[in-house]
């Protein structure tokens, strides 16, 4: 059964989506039909968080967003954390904490780190650690053992901290 | 598909098709749909619509719209005024599920492990149902009639919840092998309502609906000292025997019948004794 | 000819190299969403496949009516095993598994049909149109009685039984202590799920892009089972999204290239999460009986083990697990005399073969339990009945092997041991047992403490012969390295740039893709084994090159080569006569192929005796846990560690093994078992299959990184992936077992064993 063509709001784009199924998740479109792979696909339940986006600034799975309804809504995947060439803060952070191994959950966590930070009062100080630790703990990696994610976390928080002043 | 705006256009759109998906968060709906388990040939999506979002203050009554979402559970004042769906809210799957699961979801869906349950039937919630014929009310009792069945007609949708504001302390418990995005193996609300010297108690993922300990609030009820805010120590165990009893659980992949019955047990106990700390040992 | 550069101070000029955190050069793709795994393949013209799969464990077939799927809008190709045109079954150790089911299925999610369509929802109509018509049988799905029943299998239901008997037979300690222990089944539970893309090639062969663990192995399977020459089948790395163990063994690989040969169109497949539950490997669920015997100094007499593993349908490398688990069942201690049977079988349960630690694992979580067991009995601290009976170089395994390398066992304990723990007491009560359940009262919680000791073989054992290659070219100052190591995210691609920085003095290294048709074999990325032996192939073409590169400037200038040395990108001559920089003297290019082999070993004899092994790294793990008696909720709060690692070549790398390792380790320890009820899966979901999230993970506190290079060894490097998933797991419950008093044999360990003990 067809959707289409519909048209969704993604990384600051308008993009067409011509003859699309009506029950493809946000995941499957911005996946196979917006070639835009980054937002990964390991439980398509909502349980591993690898298919984080923002949508209307608030962290989703992407997997549990039918496409269709997202018309006019702003979607920010990992590819439109930065401009082309660039590293988001929070994604210099992952390289240089050593928070990347396979690199499979990495997408889905930078969005949910970029969230929390976002989220964040900004008083200066030093996220706490429990708060961290919920505000990631949709996101599954089965790697690091999430201690070099922790320090990429605080190490983002400091960036952010730096830019904002 | 139709993106619904107003409640009218939902209530539109669900009466020319019967069938339609009906969708909120999606939370629950789109597992379903990714694994084409759910056959459907229209939406009506509905998380557009203002009239579902929020929650306002009817005198001693909350109406929680059913949008209301798990994270809008926890912000401002209704960890305050419903603290123990807050902290039921807490613990439902993770940030991500948070931000888009709705209460009208976890009813609809009538999961015996949807958290919101055991704070809504402790609650004697209401549960406010809309259709092109008009409103109409059920307690949430006759609203859970099975293992992820309701009384929803096919037209309709949960527009709200009804709730009092109850002065006393709320408590949700919820047991689960992780310490984050879990489903409960056994969860437990208890709310007071000092005014009307009553304790209710809404038990979770123990039965095949949400259920409440009837038993066990009649006999603490009369146990209480209420002026003291205190339980004896006997009363308690007493107490949490009921609750176990009113349990009615089964074996499955995420805990035995065995361990259930007595992990509400202990959940009662615990439940208890925050609500009323004096008289302990 | 020496390498100055070992001579002296260090000093960072440009890019790391070996013993720095140098980054990772796929780290920018994989934090800005370009890197492409497997699943994020794309073709022209690209089909999607599809798997039908036995809802029974146990069954024949009578007959397979592919009529009404053919018929679905969308579709290219139904096939079954009457369409596998090679080989029918393919195997690691054995080709005992059908690629397609054609008369009996012998496990639920097995295999039967593949389809490919134009999208996935018309898969999904296809598979469910397939008619299959099945007589169910009883599934054997107890273990214990597997080799008594009727075999379910031509090749009987005994895959292999070692039994080794070292020592004096007759001794008996004066302290003896008996225990029985049970594993459950763990999943790798890789976030990336199986995918990959085949596509037909005009010349008749395939090109397949897959993430897996070892290229060359899956081509010579796949090709076997397509007919095809080796050469036809050109396997090329996709991204990895986590291994484990779990991609050692095919899985969609054929079916994809069968798809691929019979539409002539590209096809890519994906498995679902449900899907990738069934259709891998898991670790070998273990019921193990021990009997250890001590003088009353506590030094160990002797151990007597019988070690039962459930292989599943399959043999997949189940022959090699069970020979880890028998050699290191009696752990990294001195045992004058053992007698240890390991016996490995199949029934109808779902196959199992490697995971991460690969036997040594299970035996671990039995020979600490008997340690702590013994300890106990003898009245002493468990820290030093273990320093008693350490293993040091020098000593024998109950193999009989000699170990010759480094054994730095008594220095990672006691590092270990002594190590300040930064644990403080739970005062928020999401850091409580239960979490966000707001479950425990801080009154009914209970604090346990424990250690544990684990080891394990690095590389491949029992004589196999084995080796991996790499290419190393340097043209213009730039080298470019090629090898078919599988960077499955350990960090390979890392090392082998630091080894050729360090080597060649070059800044900027180039690796060439893994692929089966520009390379020879790196064999697996397993066993802890790819840094020494894929870096030892780098390493070693690098050398080449190097010499190469000086004879070619010795001969150029008319000086001897011994005249010449390699210094930060620059050839000097020791007299100072010259200096040229790499890209002027390699203009042409120079290039070197080399086949790197580690020191033979032998196969175990009848006793289960012989010098199998090539080395052994050692690690010890300290677990603090809280523990909510009444609701049998664990919360891990701390973990502190040593580890041998021979030498360090890049510490934040290590590191991230260590905590990732560990991870796993504590997910076996408290809530990680695929539950098999009459050879049924019943959580195959990350609903229902639960790995640790940030808030049930523990900070990993490093007491020691032990550094005695050990011989033979590039860069005297031990492997240090598996040895955090050795012993976390113990400790864990052995932290548990302090902190409830309760025996606890079931690992994972769960609600109901502690709640619920004694009723």
């Known amino acids: 059964m067809s959707a289409g063509p519909y048209v969704l709001r993604v990384n600051g784009n308008d993009h067409e989506v011509p003859d699309a199924h009506l029950g493809e998740s946000l995941l499957w479109v911005l996946r196979e039909r917006l070639g835009l792979p980054g937002s990964k696909n390991a439980c398509e339940e909502g349980e591993c968080g690898s298919c984080s986006v923002q949508v209307d600034g608030e962290l989703v799975c992407s997997c549990l967003v039918l496409a269709a309804a997202g018309v006019g809504r702003e979607v920010t995947t990992i590819e439109g954390l930065a401009p082309d060439g660039e590293l988001a803060d929070v994604q210099r952070a992952f390289v240089e904490a050593g928070a990347v191994q396979c690199g499979f959950c990495t997408p889905g966590l930078i969005m949910a780190v970029d969230t929390l930070l976002d989220d964040l009062p900004d008083d200066g100080s030093d996220p706490d650690d429990l708060i961290v630790r919920e505000a990631i703990s949709g996101n599954l990696c089965r790697c690091t053992g999430y201690g070099r994610i922790l320090e990429a976390v605080s190490i983002a928080a400091d960036l952010r901290r730096e830019n904002r002043t | 598909m139709t993106i619904a705006r107003t409640l009218d256009d939902a209530c539109v759109a669900l009466a020319e098709h019967p069938d339609a998906l009906l969708l909120a968060g999606g939370t629950d709906l789109m597992v379903g749909v990714n694994r084409g388990q759910v056959g459907f040939d229209h939406v009506v999506v509905i998380d557009r619509v203002d009239e579902l979002r929020g929650w306002r203050r009817e005198g001693d009554e909350l109406v929680l719209g059913a949008g209301l979402t798990y994270a809008e559970m926890g912000r401002g004042e209704l960890p305050v005024l419903l603290p123990a769906l807050a902290q039921a809210a807490r613990t439902v799957g993770s940030p991500q599920i948070r931000n888009a699961g709705t209460l009208g979801g976890n009813l609809a869906t009538s999961s015996p492990a949807g958290d919101t349950l055991p704070v809504l039937v402790a609650l004697d919630a209401t549960v406010v149902l809309r259709s092109s014929h008009g409103t109409r009310k059920l307690a949430l009792d006759r609203f859970v009639t099975g293992v992820k069945q309701n009384a929803l007609e096919p037209e309709e949708l949960i527009e709200a919840v009804r709730v009092p504001v109850l002065d006393g302390p709320q408590e949700f418990l919820k047991v689960g092998t992780r310490n984050a995005m879990v489903i409960s193996v056994a969860s437990l609300a208890l709310v007071v309502d000092r005014a009307g010297r009553s304790v209710r108690v809404g038990l979770g993922s123990v039965a095949p609906v949400p259920v409440r300990a009837v038993e066990a609030e009649a006999f603490v009820d009369g146990a209480i000292d209420w002026d003291t805010g205190s339980a004896p120590e006997a009363a308690v165990d007493r107490f949490a025997g009921l609750v176990a009893e009113a349990a009615r659980p089964i074996d499955d992949q995420r805990g035995t019948a065995t361990y259930r019955s007595h992990a509400i047990g202990v959940l009662a106990r615990r439940a208890l004794r925050r609500a009323f700390p004096g008289g302990a040992p | ?759």
């Open chain 3, 1 to 759: 000819m020496t390498d100055v550069r070992t001579e002296e101070p260090r000093t960072v000029q440009g890019a790391p190299r070996i013993g720095e955190s140098a980054p990772r050069p796929d780290g920018i793709p994989k934090v800005n969403g370009s890197f492409a795994f497997s699943s994020d393949l794309w073709h022209d013209r690209m089909l999607w496949g599809g798997t039908l799969r036995s809802p029974h464990p146990s069954a024949r077939i009578r007959s397979i009516d592919i009529g009404p799927a053919v018929a679905v809008t969308g579709i290219h190709a139904v096939l079954t095993s009457a369409d596998v045109p090679g080989s029918p079954t393919y195997g690691l150790e054995h080709a005992d598994q059908p690629v397609l089911a054609s008369d009996v299925v012998r496990y639920e999610g097995e295999p039967v049909a593949i389809v490919a369509a134009d999208h996935p929802d018309a898969v999904r109509l296809a598979l469910d149109a397939i008619v299959v018509d099945y007589e169910v049988t009883m599934p054997l799905v107890d273990p214990g009685v597997a080799e008594s029943s009727d075999p379910i299998h031509p090749d009987g239901n005994l895959i292999r039984r070692i039994h080794l008997r070292h020592g004096d037979q007759e001794v008996v300690g004066d302290v003896v202590v008996e225990g029985t222990y049970e594993v459950g089944m763990q999943d790798q539970a890789f976030l990336g799920p199986e995918s990959g893309l085949a596509v037909p090639a005009e010349d008749g062969g395939v090109e397949l892009f897959i993430a897996t663990q070892w290229l060359h192995a899956d081509r010579d399977q796949v090709a076997a089972c397509l007919g095809l020459e080796p050469g036809l089948v050109r396997l090329t790395l996709a991204g990895v999204g986590g291994a484990f163990g779990a991609r050692e063994d095919l899985s969609l690989h054929a079916h994809l290239c069968l798809l691929a040969l019979h539409t002539r169109r590209p096809v890519k497949m994906v498995y679902s999460r449900e899907e990738s539950f069934h259709g891998h490997v898991h670790r070998h669920p273990a019921r193990m009986w021990y009997r250890h015997h001590a003088d009353r100094a506590g030094n160990l007499v002797r151990v007597e083990a019988r070690l039962l593993l459930d292989g599943g349908a399959y043999a997949s490398s189940s022959g090699a697990v069970i020979a880890n688990a028998t050699c290191f069942a009696a752990g990294p201690y001195r045992v004058p005399s053992a007698d240890i049977e390991g016996v490995v079988v199949r029934t109808n349960n779902p196959p199992c073969g490697a995971m991460r630690g690969f036997g040594a694992v299970q035996v671990c979580i039995g020979h600490e339990a008997q340690m702590d067991r013994l300890a106990a009995a003898l009245g002493m601290d468990p820290v030093e009945l273990r320093l008693r009976n350490v293993l040091a170089p020098g000593d024998r395994l109950s193999t009989g092997q000699v170990i010759t390398g480094t054994a730095p066992v008594a220095e990672v304990l006691r590092s270990c041991a002594d190590h300040p723990s930064a644990a403080s007491l739970p005062g928020d009560p999401m850091s409580l047992p239960g979490g966000a359940g707001r479950t425990a009262d801080p009154a009914h919680v209970r604090r346990g403490e424990a250690i544990a000791l684990g080891f394990k073989n690095l590389m491949f054992s029992e004589g196999f012969d084995d080796s991996s290659s790499a290419i190393c070219r340097l043209e213009g100052g730039v080298a470019t390295v090629t090898c078919a190591c599988a960077e499955v995210g350990q960090g390979f691609v890392t090392l082998a740039q630091q080894i050729t920085r360090e080597v060649l003095g070059v800044d900027e290294v180039v690796l060439a893709p893994a692929a089966t048709a520009t390379m020879g074999s790196a064999g697996s990325t397993s066993a802890s084994r790819q840094s020494w032996m894929s870096g030892g192939a780098v390493q070693a073409a690098c050398e080449e090159v190097r010499v190469r590169l000086l004879a070619r400037v010795a001969d150029d200038r008319g000086v001897d080569p011994d005249e010449l040395v390699l210094v930060e990108g620059r050839v000097v001559s020791l007299s100072g006569d010259f200096e040229a920089d790499l890209a002027s003297v390699t203009a042409e290019a120079i290039e070197a192929e080399v086949e790197f082999r580690h020191a033979p070993t032998s196969p175990l004899d009848e006793n289960g005796q012989g010098d199998a092994h090539v080395s052994f790294a050692f690690s010890a793990h300290r677990a603090i846990v809280d523990v909510d008696r009444d609701l049998g909720l664990v919360k891990v709060v701390e973990l502190t560690t040593s580890q041998d690692v021979g030498r360090l070549l890049n510490p934040l790398q290590a590191i991230g093994q260590i905590e990732g390792g560990a991870a796993q380790g504590v997910g076996l320890a408290v809530m990680e078992e695929v539950l098999v009820l009459d050879g049924r899966i019943r959580n195959a979901s990350f609903t229902d299959y639960l790995v640790p999230t940030a808030l049930d993970m523990p900070p990993v506190e490093i007491a020691a990184l032990i550094e005695q290079p050990e011989p033979g060894a590039p860069f005297g490097a031990k492997g240090i992936g598996e040895p955090p998933c050795i012993s976390s797991t113990a400790a864990v419950v052995a932290a548990i077992r302090a902190a409830t008093d309760l025996d606890l044999t079931h690992v994972p360990v769960r609600p109901t064993d502690i709640a619920l003990a004694g009723a």
